[in-house]
């Protein structure tokens, strides 16, 4: 059996996603985390993550697995 690997999700797609859903999963947290590790943040991509993280604080983004 053959694995296809998908491309990983930008900052810009999690935050869409995530705020349309009202969630963020494990994928998307582990995607972030990887940019950050990487280095590879633009400004308006940190922004995203901080309003993301605010959302979680306030309970309107709920952290699912």
Request: with cysteine; glycine share 4%.
């Amino acid at each position: 059996m053959e694995r296809t690997l998908q491309p990983r999700p930008t900052v810009a797609e999690i935050f869409c996603t995530t705020l349309a859903n009202g969630q963020i999963t494990r994928r998307d947290r582990e995607s972030l985390r990887r940019a950050f590790l990487a280095d590879s943040i633009r400004d308006d991509e940190y922004a995203a993550i901080d309003r993301m993280l605010h959302a979680v604080k306030r309970g309107w983004l709920m952290m699912v697995d």
